[in-house]
């Protein structure tokens, strides 16, 4: 679990991809390497991933192949910066919101607009993915928790303040450039549990039909 305040930028150093699918990417980084050790989860742009490897300076992960279809982790370059930050510990202030790492698909920035001493970011979404999203809501953009400033017909905007503007890989995004996105879990958690409820309704929502009629001896 994590909170979506950024620890540190690190940087890809480099990638090894494996037969068949998944790669291995070997990232340099500074702050979360003083008590990181292997086995440990690193939330790296938003996705949880697991450390396999330590070196001088750098930590290793392994990224199956579902994981590179569903995040923008297949995109990364050599030396390319990513977002880091270390599993949440019990009793740590939680100054995001929860994020679990289960990244749920990508978004788009469309473009970038200053407003004040803040910037709007602009991103388009996938109707899957816009559903769980409300304005004034939390989401992770790249592991970034963010407030959702607005909502559109097929995207939505954040705010970012100079600070997270520079400590994050968002103050230097491109429009056209791909996103994680994690919408807030307890969302899609009480839709699970409304289903059910939902199922037992249908009925009733589809009014007056033709075995409606049949079942109460009107036909």
């Given at each position: 679990m994590f909170t979506g305040i950024i620890e540190e930028m690190g940087r890809l150093q480099g990638r090894q991809g494996f037969p068949g699918g998944g790669a291995e990417l070997v990232i340099a980084a500074g702050k979360i390497l003083d008590d990181l050790k292997i086995g440990d989860s690193v939330a790296v742009n938003g996705v949880c991933l697991t450390a396999v490897q330590l070196g001088r300076g750098t930590f290793t992960v392994q990224v199956m192949p579902e994981t590179l279809r569903k995040t923008n982790l297949a995109r990364l370059e050599p030396g390319q910066g990513v977002n880091l930050e270390r599993a949440l510990a019990l009793g740590d202030r939680l100054g995001g919101h929860l994020v679990s790492g289960h990244v749920d698909g990508t978004g788009t920035l469309v473009r970038r607009a200053k407003e004040g001493n803040a910037e709007l970011l602009y991103f388009r979404a996938p109707p899957e993915i816009l559903r769980y999203i409300i304005a004034k809501g939390s989401i992770a953009v790249?592991?970034?928790?963010?407030?959702?400033?607005?909502?559109?017909?097929?995207?939505?905007?954040?705010?970012?303040?100079?600070?997270?503007?520079?400590?994050?890989?968002?103050?230097?995004?491109?429009p056209g450039d791909a996103v994680n996105l994690e919408t807030d879990l307890i969302g899609k958690y009480v839709e699970k549990l409304l289903q059910p409820y939902h199922a037992a309704a249908e009925p009733e929502r589809q009014g007056i039909t033709t075995a409606f009629l049949q079942e109460h001896g009107f036909i």
């Open positions: 790249d592991g970034v928790s963010l407030t959702v400033a607005a909502l559109q017909e097929d995207g939505f905007s954040v705010s970012l303040i100079p600070h997270t503007a520079a400590v994050t890989t968002l103050g230097y995004k491109k």
